[in-house]
């Protein structure tokens, strides 16, 4: 059987495939069935009325913290929020076929897709240099990485560890975390946690 390998994606084949086009409108479709008004998820969620209105109307792509912070008032999570093309399912995903969820300079590309009740969630994170995390966030669950490129400052409460190819950490998710690339390239940085939460 012939087994062809195919390259990963580079920074521009990921903003192709952005699957972010649809999050307006899930977004929207999520909050009214949760009976909520733009001014009762903005309170929920920490944030301004006029941002959750630009993100459903499509002029405005939140944060990954953002998005937590929404799907967490809604009573949902990420992945039922952004419109993703998932390809068939199967035990194999192959390089250049996973999806991809882009909130400006970071991207999750899916190792794991999401499904109902799962429990292992597992994501190359793909960070331009100079970008973080919208602050900290905090969660139940595991968390555990591996550095496979570039330069990560990762930070726990309140420390702060510089990662550089090779390097792995773990935590439990209850501990408020973020993250930032301090380097000049592109980091990218092999992300589990359990149980899902994006």
């Known amino acids: 059987m012939n087994s062809k390998r195919v390259p990963a994606p580079g920074a521009d084949q990921l903003e192709k495939k952005s699957p972010t086009a649809g999050l307006g409108l899930h977004l929207r479709h999520a909050r009214l069935v949760a009976g909520l008004t733009l001014l009762q998820l903005a309170q929920k969620a920490a944030c301004s009325e006029s941002l959750i209105s630009k993100i459903e109307r499509g002029s405005a792509t939140p944060s990954l913290a953002m998005l937590h912070r929404l799907a967490t008032a809604l009573e949902t999570n990420i992945s039922s929020l952004m419109s993703e093309d998932s390809p068939a399912v199967g035990p194999v995903l192959r390089a ?25 969630q597992a994501n190359i994170h793909i960070v331009a240099p100079g970008t973080a995390s919208d602050g900290q966030i905090e969660h139940v669950g595991e968390e555990v ?36 690339n301090v380097g000049k390239d592109v980091a990218r940085v092999l992300w589990v946690n359990s149980p899902a939460t994006f």
């Open 96 to 120: 250049g076929e996973r999806p991809v969820i882009k909130t400006g300079g970071i991207s999750l590309e899916r190792l794991v897709l999401p499904t109902r009740g799962g429990l292992l």
């Open 145 to 180: 990485g591996y550095v496979l490129e570039g330069t990560l400052e990762l930070r726990l409460g309140a420390e702060c560890y510089t990662l550089g190819p090779g390097d792995a950490f773990t935590f439990p998710s209850n501990l408020p975390h973020g993250y930032s």
